[in-house]
């Protein structure tokens, strides 16, 4: 088989596995795209927005803010991403907790490379002052990396709601 054969059918197989993937989680949602350099023949280089709700908590989003190569290898989704993500959190309708949850636990997840790269947001609870704090990094198979990005949510009243929830009652 000729070598441009074989790299077309590994390509396809790769961007099969990743629509796959995609399709069977509840990913998140872009919320915009916005060029960050020109490239003449592949895709530009991007940073994409996206916002993810907290899967066990209600009335939280998180935003972030990823880097997303373009050229060959992003054209076939094979092009390792950088490490570095922005974050910030916020409530945006009354908290409701709908189960427990740990220090660290991941409220998201995503692959950042082909095989040795994802990138965690992970929640946290300051029971002394009732604040979720949400963080993002990237681990590497190999080598972790060390950029990450917190933000916090102070849990608030909400219009009708009588009670502030205490997160600090919902940790494991």
Known sequence: MKRSKLLALISTAFLCFGAATALAQNGPDLIFRKSVDFKLLTPNDKLATYGIDDPVIDGVVCYYTAHEKGGVAGMFGVAEQSSEVSLACRQYAPIKF???????????????????????????????????????????????????????????????????????????
């Open 98 to 172: 709908k189960e427990k949850f740990g220090q660290g636990d991941t409220a998201f997840s995503e692959r950042r490379s082909l095989l040795f790269k994802r990138m965690h947001i992970v929640r946290g609870c300051d029971a002394k002052r009732n604040v979720l704090i949400y963080m993002v990094y990237s681990d590497k198979l190999v080598e972790g990396s060390p950029e990450s990005s917190t933000s916090t949510v102070a849990i608030q009243p909400w219009a009708g709601q009588n009670e502030v929830p205490q997160c600090g009652e919902f940790l494991r």
